[in-house]
């Protein structure tokens, strides 16, 4: 960074530097750049120690709906602070998540009726496989061990969120011989989603992928526990935008087979996409739904897993069946997390939340659109208030070597303009968080306009 920090953190980087072990980090990179300290965030902002003010382009990994310090979510913290901190969920409930559980069955499909409360996108998804194993298995479907996820998805990284992940990255390949087994499908881009758009032969290709879905079942179906996938958006998978009519067809497949349908909804959820729930936008329900990340506005962790009446009804029983689900965590509904996602969600319904992200994600698209002109992008394409594009050498038209980490000196140069972004390989995004006024989406477009010109 340009700004020198002050004096009063050289000794804390160096206690950082000694003990600290960041995530998704070669840590021998911090010898030599050590972690930008941040010490407030206000709205759409993040405030660095050395008096630098950036615009939080990630939502601080797709947290962050509201803005930061929202007042209400702080204000609702600070309520439940001084009344209960935290009790254990295992025979025992509390206001808080009583009041969740309503709120959000509210928004929810009709037929998703039991939540399970954990801590974060991973467990909400270990919840979920381990729910739909065990209820296949208690239905006398003892032959039903793999599960079918698409490829470049990404659900976590606890085991069982790995093992239907995408194997073939940097990031979870190694872990192989750990993993459950699982069966892959690819699906398309939706080109309608790109900004320079090119709709040739898409009805065709549309047809097809429609078949290998239906081939898949017919060759994997019989086996499959479920079925999961990210809708509409593959995140960490480098920003897919996939067809809503592929999930209409996954539907179809999973009720033809008897195969539950698990939406992991961690980071689509809460508006990103255009509508509160991306599956929304192709008309369907899910057997289990996973939610984290903006489900406290990205004030604390906390994550649940919805199920349907019929999977629950696999586990009612006398206690000794063993049919219980035994399954927790030390934080399960913990009451502080709780309160704070009540007042994130009471936001959608006190302020027009999803109008003002649609009136964002209009700016951003025009923005964008702009930036997508450029020799050094391609398939700029929007989805809500995602916006994506691929960085390429605007010599060869071709991405940047793996070597040169073009997207981190990218990331580096934008912190230095005011603008956090962080690029998953060439995959370039913005995601602010939804009340981010328009004109500092533009403003931060253009930043990354100049930096690539």
């Known amino acids: ?7 009063s953190w050289s000794g804390r980087s160096a206690l950082d530097r000694a003990h600290i072990w960041h995530p998704f980090t070669q840590m021998k990179d911090h010898e030599a750049d050590p ?32 803005g930061h310090g929202h007042p209400k979510l702080m204000a609702a913290l600070e309520r439940q602070g001084a009344k209960l901190d935290h009790v254990i969920f295992a025979g ?33 998804v270990e919840v979920a496989l381990k729910m739909a194993f065990q209820a296949q298995l208690q239905k006398g479907q003892g032959q039903r061990t793999r599960f079918g996820a698409l490829n470049m998805g990404y659900h976590g990284d606890t085991l069982g969120a790995v093992g239907v992940g995408e194997l073939d990255n940097f990031m979870t390949g190694l872990f192989r011989p750990l993993l ?49 996938a990210e809708p509409l958006l593959q995140a960490a998978g480098g920003m897919r935008m996939w067809p809503p009519e592929m999930l209409v067809e996954l539907r179809a497949q999973c009720d033809a087979y008897g195969v539950y349908l698990i939406l992991d909804e961690v980071m689509t959820g809460f508006g990103r996409t255009g509508s509160f729930f991306a599956h929304s936008q192709a008309g369907i329900e899910p057997d289990l739904l996973c939610l984290s990340k903006g489900l406290t506005g990205g004030v604390l962790p906390l994550s649940l897993t919805w199920a349907t009446d019929e999977i629950y009804s696999c586990f009612w029983a ?12 030390s934080y399960t509904a913990n009451p502080l997390a709780c309160a704070v996602a009540c007042a994130s969600l009471a936001l959608f319904e006190e302020q027009p939340v999803l109008e003002q992200a649609a009136h964002l994600s209009q700016a951003m698209k025009s923005a964008w659109s702009r930036l997508g002109e450029l020799p050094s992008i391609r398939k700029a394409r929007i989805l809500g208030t995602v916006a994506a594009a691929q960085l390429v ?30 690029p998953i390989g060439d995959c370039l995004y913005f995601m602010p968080p939804l009340g981010t006024p328009a004109a500092r989406a533009e403003q931060a477009v253009d930043t990354i306009t100049y930096l690539l010109k």
């Not at 960074?1 to 004096?7: C, D, G, K, Q, V």
């Not at 881009?189 to 992928?209: F, I, Q, S, T, Y």
């Not at 060869?396 to 962080?422: D, M, N, Q, V, Y």
């Open 35 to 66: 972690p930008i300290p941040v010490i407030a965030g206000e709205g759409c902002d993040l405030l660095l120690a050395n008096g630098n003010r950036v615009l939080d382009g990630i939502s601080s990994w797709w947290t962050c709906l509201h």
């Open 180 to 228: 459950l087994r699982c069966e892959r499908l690819a699906v398309p881009e939706d080109p309608r989603r790109e900004l320079h758009v090119n709709l040739d032969g898409w009805v065709d290709r549309l047809e097809a992928a429609r078949q290998s879905i239906r081939f898949f079942f017919e060759n994997h179906g019989e086996g499959l526990a479920a079925f999961i």
């Open 1 to 7: 960074m340009t700004s020198p920090l002050p004096e």
């Open 318 to 329: 006398d206690y000794t069946e063993g049919k219980a689900f035994l399954h927790g965590h």
């Open 92 to 124: 025992f409930t509390h206001e808080p998540a009583i009041e969740l559980a309503a709120r959000l069955r509210s928004k929810l499909p009709p037929n998703l009726t039991r939540c399970f409360f954990s801590d974060n996108g991973s467990t909400a």
């Open 393 to 422: 050498d605007p010599g060869t038209g071709e991405p940047h070597s793996t070597e040169s980490r073009f997207g981190w000196r990218l990331h580096r140069r934008a912190l230095e303009a005011g603008l956090l972004i962080r």
